[in-house]
């Protein structure tokens, strides 16, 4: 069998963990697919994830002034979530939250999630979800995409039946504003339990009331394809903490057995943009040193030619995941604003929109290289204390 291992940029790694994969190896047989220091699997089906982010618990700190909580959905497939209600008096906004990882590593409890969900709670003024999902390769997908729907069915159930259990959360939210989203695999799950909704968000749809879907955030969202794009081809940034190889061996690891990567969970402009016109309105967040950075224009573009509405948010200067790992120099910078707004917001706006909407096909390729390199904004649905969509009229 032939190894294949993978390297994760950005991550130190604890020399220990080789000593522990020799053993390993001499345990489990040979090692045939690895992405250093983050996941391990053997050729009899052993999976191992070195802890190289340390889980952490429900505490935050008490300026933040956020309560979080760990709650149970169903314990035989371990599917739980860390809830995070900021002490406010006012109703706030719902937010399911999908962590990152390649659909095969991540936890709600790592460090950097727990950090990045307390902070969003506390600055943008929102309920978060975070949820725990089934991961691959033990569960390829749909698993990651029932868990997500069974979540939402959940909060439904909870907030219909008016749940006193669950009424310290309960009280806070605005159940006719709740979003999905996610950061890389998670966005890729919020994206998928969306289209699972379909027509949902509608404010009397039965499937969802009395929740009402307002829209989805989809920020560095993990898509692929057999073709690549220029931003895969790129060299790789030291900023960005996915490799083009690491990202073949998480589709490898997560798709159904004898998939390539023109499967629609992949690739979702591969059976064109039928699907897309089910969806809610939704902002994508672009990073300009990512390698998905190509296919993440080229979804929004998809977008706007099947008539959504659709806002594309661009970072400079940072790559894959800095808003988690903080792997840059700009990173926290970055991080602050897409939490609390910052200069030139929704710079890429209804003009960029319809631009690229009446652009050949060829004029679309110049704008994705062009668009996310020009383009320094913040995610502004957060200002305010609140999330907010605005939607535009896109030309189709």
Known sequence: MIRSRRKMASLSLDPRLSIHAVKNHQQHGALVEEIEGLIRVYKDGHVERPPIIPDVSCSTLPQLRVTATDVVIDRFTNLWMRVYVPQRSAKLPLLVYFHGGGFCVGSPAWSCYHDFM???????GCVIMSVNYRLAPENHLPAAYEDGFKTVMWVKEQAANGSTEHSWWLNTSNLSRFFLAG????ANIAHNVAIRLGSSRASNSAILKPLCHRGSILIQPFFGGEARTASEGAPQSPRSALTLSASDTYWRLSLPAGSNREHPWCNPLVDGT???ITLPAMMVCVSDMDILRDRNV???SAMVNAGKA???VAHKGVGHAFQILH???LSKARAHEMTVGGPGSWSSSKREAERMAR??????KKSRKQLALETDIAIASYTSKRLVFKEYPLSK
């Open 118 to 124: 307390a902070n969003l709670a506390s600055t943008a």
């Open 183 to 186: 950061d890389s695999a998670g």
């Open 274 to 276: 039928a699907k897309l």
């Open 298 to 300: 080229e979804f929004c």
């Open 310 to 312: 659709v806002q594309m």
């Open 327 to 329: 792997n840059s120099p």
């Open 359 to 364: 652009t050949s096909t060829e004029n679309k």
